[in-house]
RNA sequence: GCGUUUGUAGCUCAGUGGAUAGAGCGCUAGCCUCCGGAGCUAGAUGUCGCAGGUUCGACUCCUGUCAAGCGCACCA
């Protein structure tokens, strides 16, 4: 257990015995305990932790919430928690201060999990899935997509780092209509690139890069697909595209920092059946009917507006229906919980796939959607509209080119999900320091400078003398990561991380201003080159999870 | 029309029902004989969209309303 997530933990449980001591003595009285927060508050006057149980006391004790505060004070065991000073404030506040001796043990702390140091086993183990990007392998990543591998990536980060059992994963829609469309299209610019004067399907695939993947295919295999029946040609054009493109979606991904656990295609649903088993499963239970020739999920029986065709006329199963099926498979891989990144211009459909789980036995809850806003491009200016089918849009790769993937990754991850982002393209080609990532950047590689050309040997350090007040906000800063990233995850907000970066950053430049490390008394100077050192360890395990290098020179 | 996200400083955005609402950029004024100035210090800037409600206490929760984005297919 972290040092300080220890402390506030066992305050909070002596605050609930406080109160429970209190009652058996007849000061106070109470049915249940409401519930409190222990918070550190705004104005440092105020101590390092304030308590707000004697307000939400008032109604139950019926006292005014400055008595039942002295009483919580009077009842309060202090033994073994640092708490040095317990006062009445406000409107009934009850503010502590603690004895400064807990700060020894921060740095230690830190210097001996290095890597880990932000790690906690909070989540148990658990089993979680989380699935993003999954973008339709008939294109390439853009923009979206980019910050949905950043975002998923890093909720995924911050799981395991809380004690998760976590496992990406990719879902690949390689079936459906949109791959028939992708064949047609595929079949036109074949037949186009070989002198033949075809129409070009209106809802098909106008992407310069279908062009150039058929162009590639000639180069190997010349025209021999022109003897072949259609179908045929289709077939051999879209699994030679196909596995094209996801070779490229990968190894874009995979040089922006994202790996995948598994990839999981949404063909082998068809292939073992697994579609037609739940529309079974969902039969049994009595939520479909047949009407018009087709297959119809009862959805208004659970509450729904319409009803949703499962099997269609031509008896294709509609992409719904495939994507309760493979829902239902991930719950039956054995996960408690399951995590979408989806653009929030599928959230629609997030209510819907959580009725059909619930309609199939499963607990809705244990399915989360993380929903982003969808980025809006700006160059000159102007909006840039992204779209496969007009081809223009600027992909992943061409983002990383312009921007790099440090700059493009904490950009991402740097708002909350559920802001409108709007993606200004010159600003983020400019590699300025109105980029926040090169300042926590910068802080990493001014202390690997300093601890550079530190000379002689590391002499253990009286980590007592730390106690310069930009020292102290350093330390405690430091001692937050385990807490921190408990709570980023639980939340599954990733841009947590990024301004804690920013703070350590900040309380790092300010405290470099203040106190010199080098060429000063060798007993400070050891103490402070241990700050350093677990400084730089704290930045470089949350730049590390935001997916963002920390360099040692810039 | 129904649903959903957003609305906080000039701009981009943070903000566990708590005390005097914050940061970056931009602006103003300082700081390099000294460990990396991609930095630091100080300052100015607010009807937390609007109106009600809940409560000891609301930027935060609820209702309504206005504005913007995104959905509401036998597309995915």
Not at 169 to 181: L, R, T, W
């Amino acid at each position: 257990m972290n040092i300080l997530s220890g402390m506030e933990q066992k305050i909070k449980e002596r605050i609930q015995q406080a109160a429970h001591t209190a009652m058996g003595e007849g000061k106070i009285s109470f049915e249940t305990l409401p519930s409190f927060v222990l918070e550190k508050p705004r104005e440092k006057a105020h101590g390092d932790y304030a308590v707000n149980l004697a307000m939400a006391l008032t109604k139950q004790a019926r006292m005014n919430p400055r008595a039942i505060a002295e009483a919580l004070i009077e009842s309060f065991d202090r033994s073994g928690t640092y708490v040095a000073d317990m006062t009445i404030a406000g409107p009934g506040f009850i503010n502590m201060s603690l004895d400064p001796a807990w700060h020894d043990q921060v740095i230690p702390e830190i210097l001996a999990a290095d890597k880990d140091y932000g790690r906690t086993d909070a989540g148990k183990g658990k089993k979680i899935q989380l699935e993003f990007v999954s973008a339709n392998p008939t294109g390439i990543p853009h923009m979206g997509n980019a910050r949905g591998a950043a975002l998923g990536d890093t909720i995924a980060t911050l799981l395991d780092a809380a004690g998760y059992a976590v496992e990406r994963e990719y879902y690949v829609n390689d079936a459906g209509n949109q791959i028939e469309k992708f064949g047609d299209s595929l079949q036109a610019r074949y037949f186009q690139a070989l002198g033949q004067n075809v129409a070009f399907p209106e809802d098909g695939y106008h992407g310069e890069d279908i062009t150039d993947t058929v162009a590639g295919y000639i180069e190997k295999h010349g025209d021999e697909l022109l003897g072949l029946n259609e179908e045929e040609r289709k077939e051999i054009l879209v699994h030679y595209a196909l596995n094209e493109k996801l070779g490229v979606i990968r190894g874009e991904l995979e040089r922006f920092g994202v790996k995948y656990d598994n990839w999981f295609y949404e063909s082998t649903l068809y292939e073992s059946g697994s579609v037609m088993k739940t529309l079974d499963q969902l039969r049994e239970r009595g939520f479909i009917y047949e009407k018009d020739g087709a297959t119809w999920l009862a959805a208004t029986k659970y509450g729904e507006e319409k009803d949703e065709v499962m099997i269609r006329q031509n008896g294709t199963p509609t992409y719904f229906a495939a994507d309760i099926a493979y829902h239902l498979n991930k719950f039956e891989r054995g996960f408690e919980t399951l995590i979408n990144v989806w653009g929030a211009d599928h959230h629609g459909h997030v209510g819907r796939m959580k009725n059909a789980m619930s309609a199939l036995g499963k607990n809705p809850d244990s399915l989360e959607v993380v929903l982003m806003q969808l980025v809006r491009l700006f160059s000159g200016g102007e909006i840039v509209r992204m779209s496969k089918r007009t081809g223009n849009y600027i992909a992943l790769g061409e983002l990383m080119d312009e921007v790099g993937v440090d700059a493009a990754r904490y950009f991402f991850v740097m708002r909350s999900a559920d802001s409108h982002l709007d993606f200004d393209l010159d600003l983020a080609k400019s590699e300025n320091s109105e980029n926040p990532v090169f300042y926590v950047q910068y802080a990493h590689a001014r202390i690997a400078s300093i601890l550079r050309q530190q000379e002689g040997e590391r002499i253990s350090a009286n980590l007592g003398l730390l106690i310069n007040p930009a020292e102290i906000q350093l330390i405690e800063k430091l001692a937050e990561l385990p807490g921190m990233i408990a709570h980023a995850a639980e939340s599954r907000e990733p841009h947590r991380l990024c301004a804690y970066a920013h703070e350590l950053a900040s309380l790092f430049h300010s405290f470099y201003g203040k106190c010199r490390v080098l060429n000063i008394e060798p007993e400070l100077s050891a103490a402070r080159l241990e700050l350093l050192r677990a400084t730089k360890i704290t930045l470089s395990n949350v730049l590390g999870m935001i997916g963002v290098t920390a360099p040692e020179r810039m």
